[in-house]
């Protein structure tokens, strides 16, 4: 069963933007910290940021601070990454994951307390 879906990747040229979408299929998202985490060609897959169950304390790797933002619908079960000022390190397949323990917000940006990835999107940023 596919739990979480992303869409909205593309490409771009540098400097422009994108926002992806992650929907989830599971009834108790409004409960589970949800990230979205990245994986460029020939390199292992990197946080890209988080956000508690809540829709508070959200949290970026430093290369995206600033620059990207995640958001979350708890009535729509969806969660947002607009990303803006996009470079070519960007690249890379985006996933959507969710924390495998509910109500937990620690060790948010460790890949290996996330499940349920979906088949991610890819971005292009060209130079």
């Known amino acids: 069963q596919v739990e979480l879906v992303e869409s909205g990747g593309g490409l771009v040229r540098t400097g422009g933007s994108l926002r992806l979408s992650c929907v989830a299929s599971?009834?108790?998202?409004?409960?589970?910290?949800m990230g979205w985490f990245r994986q460029a060609p020939g390199k292992e897959r990197e946080f890209v940021a988080a956000?508690?169950?809540?829709?508070?304390?959200?949290m970026y790797a430093d290369s995206v601070k600033g620059r990207f933002t995640i958001s979350r619908d708890n009535a729509k079960n969806t969660v947002d990454l607009e990303m803006t000022r996009l470079n070519p390190q960007d690249t890379g397949v985006y996933y959507c994951?969710?924390?495998?323990?509910?109500?937990?917000?620690?060790?948010?940006?460790?890949?290996?307390?996330?499940?349920?990835w979906g088949q991610g999107t890819q971005v292009t940023v060209s130079s």
């Open positions: 994951g969710r924390k495998a323990r509910i109500l937990e917000f620690s060790g948010a940006s460790d890949l290996a307390r996330y499940t349920g």
């Open positions: 956000i508690h169950w809540g829709g508070g304390l959200p």
């Open positions: 599971r009834s108790d998202f409004n409960v589970t910290t």
